[in-house]
């Protein structure tokens, strides 16, 4: 025997060999195990094998944790007996054959807490039968819950573009459709059928386009598609166009983070439809409002005019009546100077209206530049220029604060010296005594001209503004009526209002609104 | 200083409104003053009768001259540029008389060295009042300068 003829000491040292070989494979068998228990309890899976009749054989892993049932109540028993199955596995949408693998058994614990995904590969004894499946089963819960939160957000952004009037298409960076509302079917009529995920945006413009739906342009088809794609692709269109078939359409396009395209098309018919109305209906307003300003100018040159020009030959009949009056008077007979009075008194009075309108006309015709002003400081002028006329009726006037004021001068001067005069000339028995004040309103200052006159009747507070509009008699109150008339054209030259209160008996009080100068602008 | 000897003051009108010019007759008319008024309708008669031309070539050189800016053929602007550029001519007063009040025409009227400019005033009472006092002040209170040689008596003496 040669195994007997081997020496004691070569058969130990082989036997010490073998031991340490086993030690070190059950050191490894070991580590595997350990190594696929972990692998099974951070993939929160198990593995399991059946037998021919689908009966569990095997299972392994935190079966507990994953499925909520023991190891040993499984075995013996089908998954489909165990859990409750959701889905049965397919393949592209047909049930999977019998004994094929699978990958998508879905299934739920049996206290519906938690999804279950199941694989399994069929195994096959030496001559190619059936014999069981082993696979794996995992906790597929958090993946199903992604999967409803990413079907609902699909659902949410569907509903939200549907709800849009406006057709949106987005495209991949291939130009290839991903997604678009039904509103795109109005905007590409000729290519209904190939708004579907896929078709390219060339494609949909051709069968657009073959179903005679083209822009205006000069282009031939193939270089209008080659540089409307260019332009889909550099995505920055904003662009208004008619269609064929009238209507206006924006297009507005713009990249993806991914490098896609995002179209959006309106129909902005109504808006041009109204636009162009409003084009219409503006030029008609300033044909009417370029009109009205040109007759407002011819009358105001003719104004300036006629009184400028009528000075002259009424300077001459005046003269000659005061030099007729001078040299004759009382030397011809009564009738001849009471003739020759009147003659002068016409003369003189034509001569004040005439001076009047001239002035009245020139608020218009001849401004200054408007310049920053104390409104202190023109009250001061007019005072001065009427200081006789207050002296003479013993009248006072009370002056309050006053702001700084954008106009003028010699116009504000004017207003301010028409409506003071006017308090201290229509004055009752007691002494004339007028109040000016203001208050600032937003841009414009407010101001208040209060006097103790004879007030005006409410009938003809509306007339007092009209040019030689006299509600006295010449003989009790002289004058033209032109003073309210120019108040009211100074104040609407520098954009104020002006109105009146008034009480008959007790007084009016006049007041009109001028600019504030305009701080912001002057500091700059 | 004044010389006051009694001579004829020579006034030269210029104004093309014969209503107007006879007014200013009028008003110096009844003045105390010896003084004689020449009257021309526009500015062409006017540098006529400075330069003695023509019809006027025996015209007096004017002590003073009243001149209207609105005028046919030449106006009175033009006039007054054309005498100042005259070196005898520029010697002679000129009041602009004028209805217009325009800024614009009484700076022109100063830029083209008028000694002074009037605005014609509407009441005849105070027309009446500024001619006096252009004639007064003109013809009595400054002192002019000599006349043309050929006008004065002593250089036709020699």
Redesign the interface.
Known sequence: MSLAGKPPAEERLRERGLAAQLRATEEKLARADEDLARVLRLSHSCIYETGRDLRLTYITGDVRDVLGLEAAEMLGRKFHKLLRVERWPSVDGAKARRHAPFRNLMCRTPDGTRHIQISGTPLRDAEGKFCGYHGAVSDATALIKAEERAATNYRRFREAIECIPASLTLFDPDDRLVICNSATQNFFPGAKDLLVPGSSFEDLLRADIESGFLWKTDLSVDDWITDRVARHRLANTDVIGALPDGRWIQVIERPTTDGGVIGIRINVTEVKQKEAELEVTTRQLEEQSRDLQRSNTELEQFAYVASHDLQEPLRMVASYCQLLKRRYAGKLDADADDFIGFAVEGANRMQRLINDLLGYSRVGHRGEVFAPLLADDIVKIALGNLQAAIADVGGRVEVGDLPEINGDRTQLVQLFQNLIGNGIKFRRDEAPLVRISAVTEGAFAQFTVEDNGIGIERDYVEKVFLIFQRLHDREKYSGTGIGLAIVKKVVERHGGKVWIDSTPGQGSRFQFTLPLVDRSQSDE | MNDYAPRVCEVLLVED?P??AR?TQ?ALGESKMLNKLHHVKDGIEALQFLRREGVYHEAPMPDVMLLDLNLPRKDGRQVLSEMKQDSELRMIPVVVLT?SEAERDILKSYELHANCYIT?P????K?IYIVRTIEAFWLAVVTLPNRRPDNASGVMAA
């Open positions: 409104n209503a107007d007014l009028e209805t014609k509407v009441d005849l009472d027309f």
